[in-house]
Nanobody
Framework: QVQLAESGGGSLQAGGSLRLSCAVSGYTAGSYSMAWFRQAPGKGREGVACLWRDGSTSYEISVKGRFTISSDNAKNTLYLKMNSLKPEDTAMYYC????????????????WGQGTQVTVSS
């Protein structure tokens, strides 16, 4: 059973950078696609970045060029590097595993982490 645990969230000013981590256990590298989602207060959950099983990536249009998803299989960790952060990036960020990517989302997610909060002030 896949288990995910996010870390690295925090509060910062607009224009800053942050790297989120997602520790993965019970998973064999390449078994699933993996993604980062976010949910802002009063809004639905949206996928922002997805890592396909073959290592290719796809992004939601509002974060493309600012966010980078990557993984370190030796450390069983998924990352989301976020640059040029904006107040509208404020949200709870979650990692998830699933079958395949569609834009910044993973389809048929089968595991979720508990989330890590990112707050960006203007």
């Amino acid at each position: 059973q896949v288990q995910l645990a996010e870390s690295g969230g925090g509060s910062l000013q607009a224009g800053g950078s942050l790297r989120l981590s997602c520790a993965v256990s019970g998973y064999t590298a390449g078994s699933y696609s993996m993604a980062w989602f976010r949910q802002a207060p009063g809004k639905g959950r949206e996928g922002v970045a997805c890592l396909w099983r073959d290592g290719s990536t796809s992004y939601e249009i509002s974060v493309k060029g600012r966010f980078t998803i990557s993984s370190d299989n030796a450390k069983n960790t998924l990352y989301l590097k976020m640059n040029s952060l904006k107040p509208e990036d404020t949200a709870m960020y979650y990692c998830a595993t699933g079958e395949y990517c569609s834009g910044g989302s993973v389809m048929s997610p089968n595991a979720w982490g508990q989330g890590t909060q990112v707050t960006v002030s203007s």
